[in-house]
């Protein structure tokens, strides 16, 4: 993902706003259209070949509280321009709650960068053993632990207001992998099955692992891509210079009407 384009956005926006607040506007426009742009670049045209495995979303997160810093940095220096010691020691305090966040948020997400979260899968299917082992009654896997605010709650708040505010305060029940993991599967699918291969090589660099792109080079009559074809071949890279060859102006002609026809040609992913 390119951030370039969003941190001439938001990042400036976030750290002006204490000085100008209607920069939040212009930026809330702004990254509206980049994200109009963005998506249909996603699903039609870009084609990822390597996966971010949601680092991405960390590292947007970290470049949001560069803006915020930034902006709680500013106030401190205006306020004390100002000799405001009420603002100030305010907005000190918001900075250390700042930094704990920061650190906190840290520690949360920095193991789910470094490890695979396999050990969710070991878990569901080693809890309903543990459970008879210790005689206690066995739960559904696909029913979350019953909320605390949705249980003092019942029959004294709303529903449509209870529920809310429920996902809100306990995200650890109804944002955990246990209770969304029935939006991502279909019980019609059957578990795909690796091997052992595939196993080894799946976090590795796709340098490392794909397949070597085939060399395409001109055609000319002194015979020096065919010379360079062997020795390539004897260092493992496919070469070849079918479909390309040279005018009489030294220019490369190649069949630029049916790109079918091009030896290097693949057939497009389609999403």
Not at 4 to 27: E, K, M, N, R, T
Not at 65 to 79: A, D, N
Not at 100 to 116: A, K, Q, S
Not at 131 to 151: K, L
Request: proline letters at 7%.
């Amino acid at each position: 993902m390119d951030y370039s384009l969003i941190h001439a956005d938001y990042l400036p926006a976030i750290a002006y706003a204490c000085i100008a607040p209607l920069v939040l506007g212009f930026a809330t426009i702004g990254i509206f259209l980049y994200y109009l742009s963005y998506r249909y670049n996603l699903l039609f045209v870009i084609q990822t070949k390597v996966d971010t495995k949601g680092e991405s979303y960390t590292r947007a997160l970290q470049h949001l509280l560069t803006g915020v810093y930034l902006s709680e940095l500013c106030l401190i220096g205006l306020f004390g321009l100002r000799q405001a010691s009420g603002p100030s020691v305010l907005m000190i305090i918001l900075l250390i709650i700042t930094v704990v966040y920061h650190i906190t948020m840290n520690e949360h997400l920095g193991p789910l960068e470094r490890y695979l979260p396999a050990d969710l899968q070991a878990e569901e299917e080693e809890r309903p053993l543990l459970e008879a082992e210790e005689g206690s009654a066995t739960q559904d896997i696909d029913n979350h632990p019953e909320s605390q605010i949705e249980h003092i709650g019942r029959g004294r708040v709303p529903d449509r207001v209870l529920e809310p505010v429920a996902k809100f305060l306990e995200p650890h029940i109804f944002a955990s992998h246990q209770a969304l993991k029935a939006w991502f599967e279909d019980p019609r699918d059957e578990p795909p099955e690796y091997s052992e291969e595939e196993l080894r090589t799946a976090y590795l660099n796709p340098a490392l692992t794909s397949k070597t792109p085939k060399l395409w080079l001109v055609r000319d009559e002194m015979g020096i891509s065919e010379h360079e074809i062997q020795e390539n071949e004897k260092e493992g890279i496919p070469s070849t210079d079918e479909g390309a060859t040279l005018d009489q102006k030294n220019r490369v002609v190649w069949p630029v009407d049916d790109l079918t026809k091009v030896p290097i040609f693949k057939m497009p992913v389609k999403y």
